[in-house]
T-cell receptor, first 111, second 114 residues
Framework: DAKTTQPPSMDCAEGRAANLPCNHS???????VYWYRQIHSQGPQYIIH???NNETNEMASLIITEDRKSSTLILPHATLRDTAVYYC????????????FGDGTTLTVKP | DVKVTQSSRYLVKRTGEKVFLECVQD?????MFWYRQDPGLGLRLIYF???????EKGDIPEGYSVSREKKERFSLILESASTNQTSMYLC?????????????FGPGTRLTVL
């Protein structure tokens, strides 16, 4: 699986959009981008994933650049409960879950 | 609601003890995983299983073994616990096949080895 690079930490004001970047310059054609988050003292939670096109669900939006070398997770209206570590992972779907999680980005949402 | 449960949230054991960490999922998933999480090292895969009685080593299997006797249960075993195995242990499961790699994680077990 390709490796990813994320900033170690970010702050966001409550109610504003949080934009979390991820670089995955060595991504290959059949690898997907997945995002998870981990709230303190809990297991990671799946947020969203995508291959080429932008994706949106009830939790977030995922924007993948045309060359697929980077992506951005957007939380449109961050709340204090969104404070967590966010992990960007690149994985082939055929790996059936065998993924490498790095250190992620610690997002702190401030009132 | 899909669910992955782990037998303990917190566990304290002594060096040399045999330790069992249990994980149960109720989603009929084929694939199950054990990770450990340490500050600065992210989540590291210890072992995984694609089917009952099948297991494969992950990135850091040394000092650990696993057991998968039933589809819903995946156990991590520390044959002789050591202080460097103090960590957060996370279990996850996923359904087999191409399509979606969404992993469902349990709440974690924080193990302290004294």
């Amino acid at each position: 699986d390709a490796k990813t690079t994320q900033p170690p930490s970010m702050d966001c004001a409550e109610g504003r959009a949080a934009n979390l970047p991820c670089n995955h310059s060595t991504i290959s054609g059949n690898e997907y981008v997945y995002w998870y988050r981990q709230i303190h003292s809990q297991g990671p939670q799946y947020i969203i994933h995508g291959l080429k096109n932008n994706e949106t669900n009830e939790m977030a939006s995922l924007i993948i650049t045309e060359d697929r070398k980077s992506s951005t997770l957007i939380l449109p209206h961050a709340t204090l409960r969104d404070t967590a570590v966010y992990y960007c992972i690149v994985s082939k779907n055929t790996n059936a879950g065998k993924s490498t999680f790095g250190d992620g980005t610690t997002l702190t949402v401030k009132p | 609601d899909v669910k992955v449960t782990q037998s303990s949230r917190y566990l304290v054991k002594r060096t040399g003890e045999k330790v069992f960490l249990e994980c149960v999922q109720d989603m009929d998933h084929e694939n199950m995983f054990w990770y450990r999480q340490d500050p600065g090292l992210g989540l590291r895969l210890i072992y995984f299983s694609y089917d009952v009685k099948m297991k494969e080593k992950g990135d850091i299997p040394e000092g650990y073994s696993v057991s998968r006797e039933k589809k819903e249960r995946f156990s991590l075993i520390l044959e002789s616990a050591s202080t460097n195995q103090t960590s957060m242990y996370l279990c996850a499961s996923i359904t087999a096949g191409v399509g979606n790699n969404e992993q469902f994680f349990g709440p974690g077990t924080r193990l302290t080895v004294l």
